[in-house]
């Protein structure tokens, strides 16, 4: 049900949109597409801040070297 949403950092820049949920053995995967391709983020609370479903945008922040 989250698939659609806009994915931002807490500072507001957006990165791009959740366009599937991939599931490992260990935590959910992220994948957002973004127009320099795309980006996966793992489902883990130092990742993912908030989702607001009124909004329909997910707070996240971005790993060094992911990005």
Do not use: H, Q
């Amino acid at each position: 049900d989250l698939i659609g949403f806009s994915v931002a950092r807490e500072n507001g820049e957006v990165l791009g949109k959740l366009v599937e949920v991939l599931a490992t053995g260990s935590n959910d995967v992220y994948v957002i597409a973004r127009d320099s391709g795309e980006l996966l983020l793992p489902v883990i609370d130092s990742c993912i801040k908030a989702i607001d479903r009124n909004t329909r945008v997910i707070s996240v922040v971005v790993p060094e070297g992911l990005d």
